[in-house]
């Protein structure tokens, strides 16, 4: 009986020992590409969410009041209006590229193994995308702003 439970202390202890030591490893963020996808995933779901739902609610105002729609229609001409405008598009465009490479990782067979190569293609993709729409998105701002032909 003693060795029995001696074993099972000791099984136990290196069990444990091994799994503090693997939980320790693995569940701490270290950092990894694959981790800041998650988050950033979820952020930008979020931030295009609360924008479809002040859209709505914007768009309603319409049918409550048209001038109030028309004073706030005027608030999203401001350079800083623009500014949020071009974030949403970088947001949007983010969330729709990493959507599609979380869908070949659960659904290619393959997918797990080029995830993270996959995520550096879409990073690659998200800027070459964003650059010239901020360019052309901000132009108008910047010509106000500064002046310009």
Do not use: C
Not at 6 to 34: H, I
Not at 68 to 92: C, F, H, M, R, S
Request: glycine share 10%.
């Amino acid at each position: 009986m003693s060795t029995t439970a001696s074993t099972a202390t000791e099984s136990g202890a290196g069990a444990s020992d091994r799994a503090g030591a693997s939980r320790r490893q693995g569940t701490f963020y270290r950092g990894d590409p694959g981790m800041w996808s998650w988050v950033l995933h979820r952020i930008t779901g979020v931030l295009t969410f609360f924008f479809l739902f002040v859209h709505v609610l914007d768009t309603a105002l319409v049918r409550v009041s048209p001038n109030t729609y028309d004073q706030v229609i005027e608030t999203y001409k401001t350079p800083v209006v623009n500014l949020l405008e071009v974030g949403l598009v970088g947001a949007v465009l983010f969330h729709a590229l990493n959507g599609l490479r979380v869908l070949l990782v659960d659904f290619w067979a393959k997918g797990p193994k080029y995830q993270k190569t996959m995520l550096w293609v879409i990073g690659v993709v998200w800027v070459v995308v964003m650059v010239p729409g901020a360019f052309f998105m901000l132009k108008r701002t910047v010509e106000t702003l500064f002046g310009g032909a």
